[in-house]
């Protein structure tokens, strides 16, 4: 008889909790997906309102960012310690309350201020549910459920930026900020509800009634109890940030975590600037809202095809071809666009590769990082790489207001997600961590 759910988890077909709780990951990082990009629907209406120029703009934007960063080292490190859904839990908590009060600022030093907490929620949310979709699959599927759950973020920015442009169109900027943080409150509920704890996790940590709750969600997931857990792993006592720059994990978190950094910043340059680019074409913010919108559906879609081929394609090298098309296509949207309609199909095209690349980096996290330093491990990535996020708009509102054209910073711009590509050639090919 085995004794040992992990194995249990990686082998046999995906129970229904299985699917919900990757489900809820999906709608998690959705959620991110929406509020990460609030800022960027509600930025024409405050640079109108504030008469703020591109460079303080530029800072607004990145101000989550930075937030980001810090919370996805510091809760990705506790989701190793004390849980990936406490640690969900505190994220949203976060978020909810950074959102609302991002409604109240009147100033950028308090909008920036707001902003940074409500990114500490929005990093480590994106390293905890990470851990998670890659916790409650079995082995077969789960890059495809890591995938799956990062195509939650352009999901969230389609159907929460087609209400934001809604919203937009008979209130201020300020209805944004009000309706994330309605939507992200209501999720509070949801997880204690719906999302137990990993499996994965209660075994390497063994927390208080460990056996106890690792059977109650095995019942639920309708497999076989066990009577009792075999012996944990050296690692599992010792989790911590050291053991990534072990002689095990050195070369791949520091390569991965490079990676991420360059090409985030090609990324979130696109995502950022979009709106603004769009209205200082003579277009309505709503008008520009929806432009930024057709970003993401470009963006779900090529999560989903990423999804797709990586059941039968190495991740490594369809991350790697999304990096250099996606580059391509950012210098494309640089130029010169005749109407609207093109514009939404280059950004679109854009959104496709570049967000097809940040999800199967995602995927490498969940490959090349172990349990026992997964959520960590991933944190630290997405930590440090959201320098690169908060990077990508300061200098493009730099290079714009030092009087560069939109072609030239694009062609900048796009050099993160070519160097970021070149980095991964370098990679080890990932082992498969249980």
Known sequence: MNNNPQITLANANM??????AVVMCFLLTALDGFDVLSISFA??????EWGI??????????????????????????????????????????MSIGMYLASTANSVTVMSIYRFGTGIGIGGM??????????????????????????????????????ASMLLASFDWRAVFIFGALATAVFIPLVWL????????????????????????????????????????????SPGFRALFSPSLARTTTLLTMAYFLHIMTFYFTLKWIPKIVVDMGYSPSLAGGVLVWANVGGLAGALTLGVLSLKYGVKW????????????VIWFGQ???????????????????????????????QGFPTEVRAGGTGFAIGVGRGGSAAG????????????????????????SVLAAALLFLLRPALQHP
């Open 43 to 48: 930025a024409p209406g405050i640079s109108a």
């Open 393 to 416: 708009p300061i200098i493009a509102g730099l290079l714009f207001a030092a009087g560069s054209g939109l072609p030239m910073v694009a062609l900048y711009m796009a050099l993160g």
């Open 126 to 163: 994106l390293a905890a549910s990470a851990a998670m979709a890659a916790e409650f699959s079995n082995q077969k599927r789960r890059s495809l459920s890591v995938i799956l759950m990062s195509a939650g973020f352009p999901l969230g920015a389609i159907v929460g930026g087609s209400i």
């Open 194 to 237: 719906l999302l137990p704890e990993s499996i994965e996790y209660l075994m390497e940590r063994r927390p208080a009634k460990t056996l106890e709750r690792i059977n109650d969600t095995l019942k639920r997931m309708g497999h076989a109890t066990v009577e009792q857990l075999p012996d944990p792993s050296p690692q599992a006592q």
């Open 53 to 94: 120029d591109r460079a303080a703009l530029g800072l607004v934007l990145s101000m989550e960012l930075i937030g980001m960063a810090f919370g996805s080292i510091l809760i990705g490190t506790l989701a190793d310690r004390f849980g990936r859904r406490p640690a969900i839990l505190l994220c949203l908590v976060f």
């Open 15 to 20: 129970s229904r909790l299985q699917i919900v």
């Open 336 to 366: 010169e666009q005749d109407g609207l309609v093109q514009l939404s199909i280059v950004a679109a095209a854009a959104g496709f590769f570049t967000n097809s690349g940040v999800v199967g980096l995602y995927a490498l996290f969940a």
């Open 318 to 329: 369809l991350v790697i071809g999304a990096m250099v098309l996606g580059a391509i296509m």
